[in-house]
């Protein structure tokens, strides 16, 4: 609400100056979270995903995305925004879908696009890959425990090596023990053998720069399928990859101990600390608070894995989105955000673009034989066809082709949107074999690109933000966008996030229906400097539902007076003169407001205006005794001023100013 409220706040500012102002409509297809709610609904009726084919799978999902994908913009509508409805857009539109598979194979051919072995994020609910930027992780930490755990060194009667771990569920892959090659302790154990607990399989010793001495014993169990960085020393030393976690996050037969098979990892993890105190293995066992990450939309814990994905270099093509940022070429609302993009942006790592999933865009890869490489990128089937033909030197027909089952990642459509919504990618405007858009080819493209304002939340300046202005200079050579307002994340009045789950997040119609939908805009913004977090109490709603009711109380007050022709009283005309000049102040104090992007202090001028020097100290000076006339020329004045207190309010309150308007007497326009 807060989002699009300050959205049609700006929109129709802008229509009121006379601006051609456009506010496009839509969502996107929200893969991981769609896909969840639509496996979680027919689980109700009974009904497996695994026994559904893909295409009665996409059915199920397209009948939910009609029964429940309108109701955010039915809410929008409700709340009064502005939009240009008639240009509503959807991601998984046909028209959209064929931009997303053509920037897809653009990229491909551009050598952005690659298919490789890598270590990612797995979501094991989901059971998909995710961007590094989907892992997030609570701002106090989490608490966890690290285990010590002994190895005994190979030929020995009693020499152990101590190792700290949080993960014991992962010690059956263990294919190495290494330790910081400067630390004296350990130095005569270098290029020894331990074995490891349970499987009892001989591993080394190595050394390794990584390894914090500080950080627990100062040694440290590689594991190269279940960490990252375990994965790094693995290449650096040649060693073996054991993955012992399925995509579901239990233990499979290469842990090698038959009574974990098929058991939860974190099952096995408290069955494992049982075992290794049985064994006299466990050392000890020390609380800490560390870093957990976690799926962004199942809040699930992640786990790091090895797997063959689909994913965008992005070094060089974000080096434009860089620079513009840096050079101001694109502001950040407010500024404080311009450190966190930079920060991003210089240590930005490939994009993890592919999702195994149903509900999305299917990616545009088409295999002919078993081989890693025997595979093509293209647009259609037909064009794969052709594509792999002249590749294998043999005629191959579409029947010959399996497409890649998975999906692109929701991201890798909503990075588009400023271009796609004004169909920058139709046949008629782009060109294929340079990979860019001419704009001149697309009337509403070239008269509406690059937007002026983008009003979104924080935490998806990199999701979102930032991958529009990489795709805008890759297709449009021109950035999306002026200005980026970031809002704050809306909390409860106990300061956490607003969540379904937490169960703290109101039903906006709802809100609506009780306070009014001015009430609730103006609520909304009382309290939400740009950046800053707003402490949301319904409260703030009824001060804007108060708000309304001082408005309308005031236009009964100033229409319900009967007039008189004569001179106006002294005193009416010095307060016309002082109330003339708060109004020019307030109005100048108010641009600036709008000029700097601070829509919750410009509400509060405008506010301020109203209730305090309008309502309070004008109307109350002029206001005539009981039963008695007005003079004209005041009463003519005062709705002037209601004229121009209403054109201000407008765009925070558009419902009761629209009605006063036409209420307070015939209009030439």
């Known amino acids: 609400m807060l989002n699009n ?72 509508k ?66 966890s425990i690290l285990y010590s755990v002994r190895y005994k060194v190979k030929g020995t009667e009693n020499e152990w090596v101590v190792i700290a771990t949080q993960r014991p569920e992962t010690i059956m892959g263990d294919v190495a023990i290494a330790v910081n090659p400067t630390d004296g302790r350990y130095k005569n154990l270098i290029g020894k053998k331990v074995l490891v607990p349970f499987v009892k399989r001989e591993i080394p010793v190595i050394a390794d720069d990584y390894v914090d001495k500080e950080f627990g014993t100062g040694c440290l169990k590689v594991t190269p399928a279940h960490d990252v960085n375990d994965y790094e020393i693995g290449l650096r030393h040649n060693l073996p990859v054991i993955d012992t976690i399925d995509d579901n996050g239990a233990l499979n037969e290469n842990c090698g101990v038959p009574g974990y098979v098929g058991k939860d990892r974190f099952a096995v993890r408290k069955q494992i600390v049982k075992d290794l105190k049985e064994l006299g293995d466990l050392v000890k066992e020390e609380g800490f608070v560390t870093r957990i990450g976690r799926s962004e939309r199942t809040n699930t814990v992640v786990e790091p894995k090895l797997s063959l994905q689909w994913f965008v270099k992005m070094k060089e093509i974000s080096r434009q989105a860089y620079q513009a940022v840096e050079n101001d070429e694109i502001k950040l609302h407010p500024a404080k955000f311009k450190n966190t993009y930079r920060h991003w942006m210089e240590n930005v790592r490939d994009w993890c673009v592919s999702r195994q999933l149903w509900w999305g865009h299917r990616i ?34 579409e029947s010959d082709l399996q497409q890649d089952p998975d999906v692109l990642d929701t991201w890798a459509s909503s990075w588009l949107w400023p271009i796609e919504v004004f169909h920058g990618f139709d046949d ?37 933000v930032a991958r529009m202005i990489i795709a805008g200079y890759e297709y449009m050579n021109e950035r999306p966008f002026e200005d980026v307002y970031l809002t704050g994340i809306v909390r409860d009045k106990l300061g956490r996030k607003m969540s379904k789950s937490l169960g703290n997040s109101p039903d906006p119609l709802q809100l609506i229906g009780k306070y009014g939908a001015d009430g609730v805009r103006a609520g909304m913004l009382f309290s939400s400097p740009a950046g800053n977090d707003l402490l949301f109490d319904e409260k703030l709603c009824e001060q804007g539902r108060n708000f309304s009711n001082k408005v309308w109380n005031a236009f009964r007050l100033v229409k319900g007076w009967e007039t008189k022709e004569n001179t106006p009283p002294e005193e009416n005309q010095v307060a016309a003169t002082w109330f003339a000049s708060r109004l020019n102040q307030s109005m100048a104090e108010l641009q600036s407001h709008y000029s700097k992007f601070r829509i919750s202090d410009a509400l509060l001028t405008v506010y301020k205006l109203v209730w305090d020097d309008f309502c309070s100290w004008y109307l109350e000076i002029i206001k005539p005794a009981f039963g008695q006339p007005i003079d004209e020329a005041t009463q003519a004045k005062t709705i002037g001023f209601f004229e121009t207190i209403l054109k201000l309010l407008h765009p925070f309150m558009p419902f009761i100013t629209e009605e006063l308007w036409h209420e307070l007497g015939e209009k030439d326009e």
């Open 428 to 464: 008629t405007c782009y060109d294929r074999e340079k990979g860019k858009v001419n704009r001149a080819a697309n009337a509403d493209l070239n008269y509406f690109y690059p937007t002026q304002v983008l009003v979104t939340a924080p935490e998806i300046l990199f999701f979102w």
């Open 5 to 76: 409220t300050i959205q049609d706040v700006l929109v129709r500012k802008a229509r009121m100056e006379g601006k051609a102002a456009c506010w496009v409509p839509g969502t996107d297809h929200a893969s991981i979270a769609t896909e969840a709610k639509v496996v979680a609904m027919l689980r109700e009726k009974g009904i497996k995903k695994s026994d559904l084919g893909r295409e009665d799978f996409l059915q199920h999902a397209w009948d939910w995305k009609e029964k429940y994908g309108g109701i955010i913009l039915e809410q929008l």
């Open 78 to 143: 409700k709340l009064g925004a502005s939009c240009d409805w008639k240009r509503t857009a959807f991601t998984m539109d046909p028209g959209y879908y064929k931009a997303v598979v053509r920037v897809f194979v653009d990229l491909y051919n551009k050598g952005y696009i690659y298919r490789g072995l890598r270590m990612i994020n797995w979501d094991v609910e989901a059971k998909t890959a995710l961007s590094n930027e989907e892992v997030i992780y609570k701002e106090e930490g989490e608490k």
């Open 364 to 397: 545009p890869a088409y295999f002919y034989g078993k081989g890693d490489d025997d595979f093509v990128v293209a647009e259609t089937p037909g064009e794969a066809a052709i594509l792999a033909s002249k590749k294998t030197g043999k005629k191959i027909e």
